[in-house]
Every structure is written in C-alpha cells, then in structure tokens.
C-alpha cells in the first residue's frame, strides 16, 4: 500500500532517493532547482531534433505559471550507437544550448556524446525515463515541493494542449491530490490517406480494449501511453520508480501504480490532452511506432481486426463471480467458460486463490486482493488466448458489441458499421470515443 501520512510519504521518498534512485552522473552540472519548482516534465530524446523544438514550444503555451515547472530532456542513446542517431543527439544538444528560456527553464542532460551513452544491454525508453524521472525526484527534493510535487512523462514527438503545465499544477496542489494520472490523449493523424486510416483504426484499437475492460470491470482498465503518465513525487517512490524495458515500460509502471493505489487516487486527467506521434518506425520493439510499421509494411489492414468483444463478456462474468471463489475456489475451473477455464488452470488459480484464502479474512478483501492478481498483464494474456481459440472479429463490429453491453459511448448504437474505405465515418466513430473518453477536453 501506499504510504498513508505526510510523514511516511516524505520518508519513503528519501529511502527511494537513497536506495534506488539513479540519476544521470552528467545532471551534477545542472543549476540549482527554484525554490518554487513543483512540477518536473521528463522527455527522453533519442534522434528527436526535428521534433522536439514544437514539443517544448507547446508547454510554454496557455500556462502561466511556468517558473513552477522545469523539463528534463534526457538527450540519450545507447554506447557505440550508429553514426546518424549520434550526429542528431549532438543537434539536440546544440539547440538546447542554445535555446531562449522563454519563461520555462528546459535543462538537457547528455546520455548520449561519447563516454556517457548508456550501457547497451539497458539501453532504451525505459532507461532513459528512469534516469529522467529519478533525477526529476531528486530536484523535487532540493526544491522543497516533494510533498505537492509532480512529474509527468513526455516523449519528443509529442505535443501538449494549451495549459498543460498549469492544469497540472492545479491537479497536483488540490486538497487531495491523485497519486497519479493519465492525460487525454489523440493521436496526431497524417495526410497520407492509407497512413491516416492505419492510425484511426489503430487508436480506435487501444480504445475499444480499454472499454472491453472496463466493461468487464478491470482495476486494470486504462490506455497508459508514456506520454500520457503523470504521477506525484511520493507515487513514484512508492511504485519504486519507472520500469527499465526497451519498451512497454509506461504499460508495466502504471500496473504497479494500480497496485498501491487506493480508491480513486488514479486519475483521468480530461482537461489536458497530449498528441501522440503517428510515426512509422522499427525502431521499438513493440508500440504504435512499430505496430504501424506492421500495418504499413508488413500486414495491410492489420487493424481492421481485433481480439473479440466475447473476450470481454467472459471476463465480466468471471471477475463478477469471484467473491463465491472465497468459499469454493474449485469452482472458477468446473464451470463457465472452456477457455477461461483452462487459461486458469495454467496460471495454477486455485492454489493462488487457496493461499488467499488463508491471508484475508472477508470475501471482500479476497475478491480485492484476487483481482490484483487477475491484472492488467493476465488479462491480456488471457484475451489473447480465447482469441487465438476463437479468431478476431471486425473492429466497428467489436466496438459496438461492446457499447451495447453497457460501454460508451451510447451515440455509437444507431450508427451503421463503416465498410472498407469508408474513411470519414471511421473519423466519426473514433471521435466520439474520444469524447466518450475526455468529454472535458474533447
């Protein structure tokens, strides 16, 4: 659990600071934090110079706080790295140096010229994030604001909405303050017509998953893009920091975030939006970059399928029955449906529901402590699986399985199913998921 008083979470950050944390060698030639600095944004950049000049153009936009706030870009790229990743990191560099403050302080640490890249065998996103975040704590500490501090994650490519520091701040300093949260997101959509439907269908995608799971009443439901991932300096010392992975980590850091939260502490931050890349990219080995690289490349139309709506109808009833589990655990495995039955046996549920038994006291805190185990990790496994039995059904088809069992959003239901090509009403349908989503933004 999180820690539950003013004290203990000041406290749990120093022994995160003192134990775990792992800021950059290189940052020791930053200035001093502001007294006032109360919100740190942290931007890895590998290769990023032609993008990351709008990005940090956009924070200074609609706030008017900006002295409270700072950016991190941790400049990085792994050791012996090719000759154009190393020549951009380089421009990066420059520009930063370069660049007016403009109202909003932006310190560049250099991960990236040589002798200071990073170990190759960590070397990626998650690192640098790390590195960046841990590094944001620290100077939170220095400030004085780790109390009422916060920091957001950021990519290079993405820019923000007007106001996104000071609605931040806002959040952060409130009387009861989240733990964490997630932005309102909307990919940015190119004008390449085939590349345009790619990504519509592709964030239509990771909305129509997370609806699923909220339908099946998930704790894990939630789409957690890194850029999106902002989390008070007492969360990410609890959480133990961010996840080090070549990718995947914001996915891995925000279950462990759903893990020691407590209700209502995660928050969806609808009135400030980030606008997410639609780059095509192998570069990462999973992600949106690399899943249009798929699309584009590899498998054509690739996102007009998905993983089934009765996937999601499956777990619903599951997760709905586990408080009789306390008392007859045997039963998640004798009845209901074939495949969830033997994805459970797999995962040895009944020997896991057996030691819970034996730790909580109440059905209650049985069926609490068993849905964490049931996470955001095993029910993608599991969707997976009664997908790989059971095939993909179409995604408009999908989508509005799910709205009419009780998903959003409703103004979907009358609407026909678009056909291939139909472009203009894909638009219209991720819209208004969109809207369904952040109503505050969209």
């Not at 000759?83 to 951009?88: A, I, P």
């Not at 586990?322 to 039963?331: L, N, R």
């Not at 805190?365 to 964490?372: G, L």
């Amino acid at each position: 659990m999180i820690p539950q008083t003013a004290s203990s979470s000041h406290a749990g950050v120093q022994r995160y600071l003192v134990k775990h944390a792992m800021p950059p060698e290189s940052a020791e030639q930053l200035p001093k934090p502001l007294s006032l600095l109360k919100l740190c944004v942290v931007i890895p950049a590998m290769a990023e110079s032609a993008y990351i000049t709008r990005v940090l153009d956009s924070l200074t936009i609609g706030s008017s706080r900006l002295a409270e706030a700072e950016v991190i870009v941790l400049v990085n790229n792994p050791a012996g790295s090719d000759e154009k990743t190393v020549v951009d990191n380089q421009t990066t560099l420059v520009m930063l140096a370069n660049r007016p403050v403009a109202g909003l302080n932006v310190h560049a640490v250099d991960c990236a010229s040589p002798g200071k890249g990073l170990a190759r065998k960590t070397a990626g996103v998650g690192m640098a994030r790390r590195l960046g975040m841990d590094l944001a704590l620290q100077r939170l500490s220095q400030s004085g604001h780790v109390m009422d501090g916060a920091i957001a994650c950021l990519d290079a490519d993405s820019p923000v909405s007007p106001g996104y520091i000071d609605q931040l701040l806002a959040c952060f300093a409130s009387p009861l303050p989240p733990l964490a949260g997630l932005c309102a997101y909307a990919h940015q959509l190119p004008d390449e017509p085939e590349w345009k439907t790619a990504m519509i269908l592709y964030e239509m995608g990771l909305r129509y998953f997370e609806l699923g799971l909220t339908l099946a009443r998930s704790h894990f439901a939630a789409t957690p893009i890194g850029s999106c991932i902002v989390v008070s300096a007492g969360g990410y010392a609890a959480a133990d920091g961010m996840v080090v992975r070549k990718a995947g980590e914001d996915f891995y850091f925000w279950q462990k975030l759903v893990k020691i939260s407590r209700p209502n502490q995660l928050k969806r931050l609808t009135r400030v939006g980030v606008f997410p890349s639609a780059r095509i990219s192998d570069r990462m080995p999973f992600g949106t970059s690399r899943a249009l690289y798929h699309a584009m490349h590899q498998e054509r139309g690739a996102f007009r399928r998905v993983d089934p709506a009765k996937a999601f109808f499956v777990l619903r009833d599951f997760f709905e029955a586990i408080p009789k589990f306390y008392t007859h655990p045997e039963a998640m495995v004798s009845s209901g449906d074939a495949c969830l039955r033997s994805f459970l046996q797999t995962e040895q549920a009944v020997v896991e529901a057996e030691k819970m038994r034996r730790i909580y006291p109440t059905p209650e805190h049985f069926s609490k402590a068993f849905m964490q185990w049931f996470d955001g990790l095993r029910s993608i496994r599991f969707i997976h699986r009664y997908t790989a039995d059971h095939g993909k059904q179409e995604l408009f088809e999908a989508v509005a399985d799910v709205v009419a069992a009780g998903g959003h959003p409703s103004v979907l239901l009358n609407r026909r199913l678009p056909e291939q090509g139909e472009e203009a009403s894909a638009m219209v349908w991720l819209e208004a998921l969109r809207q369904a989503a952040a109503p505050d933004f969209f």
